[in-house]
């Protein structure tokens, strides 16, 4: 089995992973990043309001891929594909792409971020049951469309924004008495007249015959009610998918992994950064803070071992 040879693999092409790299091709270390998506779940977010230098926000995919060329740019091998598995080959680590292609480093980086937490609920795999409004909300531009959007963190805040745009009325159900997202994106949800908050409701169940066509719900006192839609967007959270990785890990409950102050994992040379990780804020800004430190520590951690000079 031919496999080529790097320092360090970075799995993920978000912020954390391509900070990481950016980080590792300076220290002298050669870096393969993988993902298919420039920027990672960034080309989610329409306008980047709290990262610092973009005064009124920037394009999330505008960010992400100007980060994508700054990585590629300081020699990062980048071969747009996602990892299909990553194991232990005695002396390090061993991956293998989507095209199966196999590379061998002395150390990796997990930065692959996390995915749309699923709605346990019946009917959730139903069509016109969405996760990604930049993705999915412009289908329904021009159709007199309404919307249920269900949570009330963050993400639901932001898709909720991004809907208001495309469908004529949206719907935020939320099971608790209020929103979870922070204060300046509830007073902009409160500036839009087609958005409509329900609060104290759980959804039930996705109603439709093949395709979503509402939800049922349930208030606090027990009622049940039935609110049609022309589609469905689930913002419930995210999640951490650590499929490929065939290497045990200590994890919290939810699955992210557990770094010490070092950011390595329980498994010596495998660091982890960004969303990925234990950690109390998950935030663009944190991500690249996390990839800068575990690279500089992959950098120490290959010294220690006789490595790097």
């Given amino acids: 089995m031919e496999a080529m040879e790097f320092d360090v693999m970075i799995v993920g092409s978000g912020p954390a992973g391509l900070t990481a790299a950016i980080y590792a091709q300076r220290l002298g270390l050669a870096s393969v990043v993988f993902g298919d998506t420039p920027g990672g779940n960034m080309y989610m977010i329409e306008n980047l309001m709290n990262y610092p230098g ?47 292609q196999w590379f061998r480093a002395r150390t990796a980086i997990l930065a692959m971020g996390v995915v749309p937490k699923p709605i346990n609920v019946p009917g959730a795999d139903k069509l016109a049951t969405h996760h990604c409004a930049l993705c999915d909300g412009p289908l329904y531009k021009g159709r007199n469309a309404t919307l249920v959007i269900v949570g009330g963190g963050n993400m639901a805040a932001h898709e909720a924004l991004i809907l208001s745009k495309f469908a004529d009325n949206i719907r935020m159900v939320h099971r608790r008495g209020e929103l979870r997202a922070e204060e300046a994106l509830q007073k902009e949800l409160r500036s839009r007249e087609n958005v409509e908050i329900l609060y104290d409701v759980e959804v039930e169940e996705i109603l439709g015959e093949g395709k979503a066509s509402g939800v049922k719900v349930r208030g606090k006192t027990g009622e049940e009610s039935v609110l049609c839609a022309d589609g469905v967007f689930v913002c419930v959270g995210w999640q951490p998918d650590l499929q490929a990785i065939e290497i045990p890990l200590k994890t919290t409950e939810e699955g992210f992994v557990q770094t010490d102050d070092r950011l390595m994992s329980s498994q010596p040379g495998l660091f982890a950064a960004g969303d990925i990780r234990d950690t109390p804020l998950r935030q663009v800004i944190t991500a690249c803070a996390d990839g800068a430190r575990a690279a500089a520590n992959a950098y120490d951690y290959l010294k220690s071992e006789g490595v790097k000079s």
């Avoid at 005064?55 to 594909?81: H, K, L, N």
């Avoid at 991956?95 to 199966?100: I, K, Q």
């Fill in 54 to 100: 973009f005064p009124g926000g920037a394009a999330g995919t505008q960010v992400g891929t100007q980060m994508f060329a700054q990585a590629a740019q300081e020699g990062a091998f980048c071969p747009m594909s996602m990892l299909r598995r990553l194991k232990t080959d005695g002396e390090g680590f061993l991956g293998e792409t989507a095209v199966e």
